[in-house]
């Protein structure tokens, strides 16, 4: 995700990304949710709730898949429509 932020940023300096730009680094932030998303699928906050941890994790894990499965589909439909990146800015 900082990576894409920070290529945006410097895109931002020197005009509008060309479409094949914006189409790779959504396919690049795409892969990288999905290796995120895999990551998250080993944590078990409920067991270590069970062992005494605040369920506060519990919670927090949930959010933090909801929030990488939007972002996912979010770099999917921009991959599948770049020229759209300029509305989104």
């Given amino acids: 995700m900082l990576f894409f932020s920070a290529v945006l940023l410097q895109a ?8 094949w730009q914006v189409r790779e680094m959504a396919v690049a932030l795409e892969k990288h949710s999905r290796a995120v998303d895999a990551l998250l699928a080993q944590l078990k906050p409920e067991e270590w709730a069970a062992q ?6 519990v919670e ?5 898949r909801q929030f990488n499965t939007y ?5 999917q439909a921009l991959a599948e429509t770049p020229a759209k990146l300029s509305v989104a800015l």
């Fill in 12 to 19: 931002q300096g020197t005009g509008v990304m060309e479409d």
């Fill in 52 to 57: 005494g941890s605040p369920e506060l994790y």
């Fill in 60 to 64: 927090q894990l949930k959010q933090t």
């Fill in 71 to 75: 972002l996912t589909q979010r770099a």
